[in-house]
């Protein structure tokens, strides 16, 4: 399994910007087909926010992202990172990095590997 560290979290104001980053070590992420952010608000089920595939020219976002979130990735230096951008208060959450070998990108359960999560939270 790679272990992923989430950074880059905080407090935004809301219209404000944050960019996460993903670490991976113990693998290289071009061992997985995908590579995605997922946040869980408190009481929520984790949900999918983004993801990208094994080259980065596939970019899938939910509804929620699209237009403001831009996920990318870097295969040199084994990480991943999240654009946030046009910040909501409904963003807060804690954010998750995760790895699949399923295209199946939207299913939590599909994921082999989950980072500790970083907390971003967005005020009015």
């Known amino acids: 399994q790679v272990q992923l560290v989430e950074s880059g979290g905080g407090l935004a104001q809301a219209g404000g910007s944050l960019t996460l980053s993903c670490a991976a070590s113990g693998r290289t992420i071009t061992d997985y087909i995908i590579m995605a952010w997922f946040r869980q608000a408190p009481l929520k089920e984790r949900e999918f926010v983004a993801a990208?595939?094994?080259?980065?020219?596939?970019?899938y976002y939910a509804d929620s992202a699209k237009g403001r979130f831009a996920i990318s990735r870097d295969n040199v230096a084994n990480a991943v990172y999240l654009q946030m951008n046009s910040l909501k208060p409904e963003d807060t959450a804690v954010y998750f990095c995760?790895?699949?070998?399923?295209?199946?990108?939207?299913?939590?359960?599909?994921?082999?590997?989950w980072g500790q999560g970083t907390q971003v939270t967005v005020s009015s």
């Open positions: 995760g790895a699949a070998y399923s295209n199946d990108y939207v299913d939590s359960g599909n994921y082999d590997s």
């Open positions: 990208v595939s094994k080259t980065g020219s596939m970019k």
